[in-house]
């Protein structure tokens, strides 16, 4: 086997890989576990502001 077909072959796992990767991101399957991804950021800046009342809420009752 020589040099330029072992890129070929290379070149082509590569591209067959890039293929896999796209269906398995646009399948239907990973919408929600993709969309719980996306919005999880959100989830966690209203547990942080929840967090800072319930601590201000704490000191001004002392």
């Known amino acids: ?3 330029g077909t072992l ?3 290379i070149a082509l796992l590569i591209f067959a890989l ?3 990767i796209v ?3 646009y399948s239907k399957k990973r919408k929600s576990a993709f969309d719980d ?4 950021i959100f989830e966690e800046e209203t547990e942080i502001k929840n967090k ?3 601590n ?3 000191t001004n009752n002392v």
């Open 23 to 25: 269906v398995w991101s």
């Open 52 to 54: 800072d009342k319930n």
């Open 18 to 20: 890039f293929i896999i």
């Open 7 to 9: 890129r070929g072959l």
């Open 1 to 3: 086997m020589d040099y």
């Open 37 to 40: 991804a996306a919005n999880s």
């Open 56 to 58: 201000k809420q704490e």
